[in-house]
C-alpha cells in the first residue's frame, strides 16, 4: 500500500532518487511465465518474464478496473495478462488484447506506465524514467563478469531504514572494531588510521583503500582462532546506493558488490553478489552464513538510528577524521538534492 502521510522531506527523497537505476529482484527470482509484484520509490510495479526470458516492468494497476497484474499470468507471447477480464499488456505498457472487445479497436488510453528495466550480475534492475533521462548510467559489477569467477547472490535483506543509512554503514571503517568481533574486527584496535578519499571526475564515485589490522575469519569454519593480519579494503561507492569492495579473506581474494533497492523514503532492501575465483569458491550455504554474520549486527544497530533517514546536513551529526568517507558520501548525496534536512517520523508510522 503506498504511505499516504509521506513528509515533504520523504517525498525530496524520492525525486531526487528517482532517476537512478535500482535493483528490484533477484534474476533467479523470475521465472519465465512468471509475475512478480516490487515497490521501488513508494511506486507499486509489476514485474514479469516472457517464456523467451524477456523481462517486463510496469505499474501493478490495470488501466479498466485497478486489478493487480501481479497477480494476473503471462501470455505465450510476453504480454501479462489481467487477472479480472483478461485484458493483456506488452512491456511498453500499450493493451494488446481486450477480449469483450475481439474485434477492436482498442482505446488509446488502454495501457500502463512501462518502466526500464534491465539485468546484471544476477540482479533485475529498473529505472522509473524514461530511457535517456536517467541521472546516470547503471552500476557495473565487473567481478560477476570476469572470466575465472563464480558469483554468488544472496538472501535479500530488509532494512528498516532509508537506503542512505544502509550504504553509509557499509562504508563504515571505525565499528568493525566494535560490532564485527565475532567475525573479522581487532577489538585491540580501535584506532583509525589517516585515510583518503577520491572521487571521479564525473562524481559518480567515490573510492577509499584501507589497511585494517583485522582477524582472518577463515577459522569460522574451521574452529581455530584467526591470526591478525592486514586485510586491505577497496571501496568504491557508485552513486547513490551501490557499492564495490575488493578485498580478501585470508589468501583469498574476492569482490563484495552490493546494491540497495529504496522501497520507500525510509525502508530499504539489501542486494549483494559475492565473487571469487572459480577455484577458490566455498559453498552457497557457507557464503551465506559468513555475510550474514556480518550484515545482522549491522542492520540490528543501523535501524536503531534516529531519523530513519540519513541527514545529509553536516552540521546535523557530529563528525571526526576517521567519518571522512561519510561525510563525502552525504556532500555528494546533497549535490543532487537529497533532503539535507530531516525529522524522525518513527513514532507517528508505528
Known amino acids: 500500500m503506498r504511505i499516504q502521510d509521506t513528509t515533504a522531506v520523504d517525498e525530496q527523497f524520492l525525486r531526487a532518487a528517482r532517476p537512478f537505476w535500482h535493483p528490484v529482484a533477484r534474476s533467479k527470482d523470475?521465472?519465465?511465465?512468471?509475475?512478480?509484484?516490487?515497490?521501488?520509490?513508494?511506486?507499486?510495479?509489476v514485474l514479469w518474464r516472457a517464456p523467451d526470458g524477456r523481462l517486463g516492468l510496469a505499474n501493478d494497476l490495470c488501466v479498466?478496473?485497478?486489478?493487480?497484474?501481479?497477480?494476473?499470468?503471462?501470455?505465450?507471447?510476453?504480454?501479462?495478462?489481467?487477472?479480472?477480464?483478461?485484458?493483456?499488456?506488452?512491456?511498453?505498457?500499450?493493451?494488446?488484447?481486450?477480449?469483450?472487445?475481439?474485434?477492436?479497436?482498442?482505446?488509446a488510453k488502454a495501457r500502463v506506465s512501462a518502466h526500464q528495466v534491465d539485468e546484471h550480475a544476477g540482479i533485475v534492475w529498473a529505472c522509473l524514467v524514461p530511457a535517456g533521462e536517467e541521472a546516470r548510467a547503471r552500476p557495473e559489477f565487473e567481478s560477476t563478469e570476469q572470466r575465472g569467477n563464480y558469483s554468488y547472490v544472496g538472501d535479500v535483506m530488509d532494512w528498516a531504514c532509508q537506503s542512505g543509512r544502509q550504504i553509509e554503514n557499509f562504508l563504515d571503517i571505525a565499528h568493525f572494531s566494535v560490532i564485527h568481533i565475532d567475525v573479522f574486527g581487532n577489538p585491540n584496535v580501535m584506532e583509525i588510521d589517516h585515510f583518503d578519499?577520491?572521487?571521479?571526475?564525473?562524481?559518480?564515485?567515490?573510492?577509499?583503500?584501507?589497511?585494517?589490522?583485522?582477524?582472518?575469519?577463515?577459522?569460522?569454519?574451521?574452529?581455530?582462532?584467526?591470526?591478525?593480519?592486514?586485510?586491505?579494503?577497496?571501496?568504491?561507492?557508485?552513486?547513490?546506493?551501490?557499492?564495490?569492495?575488493?578485498?580478501?579473506?585470508?589468501?583469498?581474494?574476492?569482490?563484495?558488490?552490493?546494491?540497495?533497492?529504496?522501497?520507500?523514503?525510509?525502508?530499504?532492501?539489501?542486494?549483494?553478489?559475492?565473487?571469487v575465483p572459480e577455484d577458490r569458491a566455498m559453498p552457497d550455504e557457507i557464503t551465506e552464513m559468513s555475510e550474514q554474520m556480518v550484515f545482522h549486527p549491522d542492520r540490528a544497530v543501523v535501524e536503531t538510528q534516529r531519523p530513519e533517514q540519513l541527514p545529509v546536513d553536516l552540521q546535523a551529526e557530529l563528525h571526526l577524521p576517521f567519518d571522512r568517507m561519510s561525510v563525502a558520501y552525504r556532500r555528494r548525496l546533497a549535490e543532487l538534492g537529497f533532503p539535507e534536512k530531516v525529522g524522525d517520523v518513527h513514532a507517528a508510522r508505528m
Not at 215 to 236: K, N
Not at 244 to 262: E, F, H
Not at 263 to 269: G, Q
Open 64 to 107: 479498466h478496473r485497478g486489478t493487480r497484474l501481479s497477480k494476473g499470468t503471462v501470455s505465450d507471447d510476453g504480454c501479462v495478462r489481467c487477472p479480472y477480464h483478461g485484458w493483456m499488456y506488452d512491456a511498453t505498457g500499450a493493451c494488446t488484447l481486450i477480449p469483450q472487445l475481439p474485434d477492436g479497436p482498442i482505446p
Open 197 to 275: 578519499v577520491g572521487r571521479s571526475d564525473d562524481g559518480w564515485q567515490l573510492t577509499t583503500l584501507y589497511n585494517y589490522p583485522g582477524v582472518d575469519p577463515t577459522g569460522m569454519v574451521s574452529g581455530e582462532v584467526g591470526s591478525v593480519a592486514d586485510i586491505e579494503f577497496d571501496y568504491r561507492v557508485e552513486i547513490p546506493f551501490a557499492v564495490v569492495l575488493g578485498s580478501a579473506i585470508g589468501d583469498l581474494p574476492y569482490v563484495l558488490s552490493i546494491a540497495n533497492q529504496p522501497v520507500t523514503a525510509w525502508t530499504c532492501k539489501l542486494y549483494w553478489v559475492m565473487s
Open 30 to 45: 523470475v521465472d519465465p511465465g512468471q509475475t512478480v509484484a516490487v515497490t521501488l520509490l513508494e511506486e507499486e510495479l
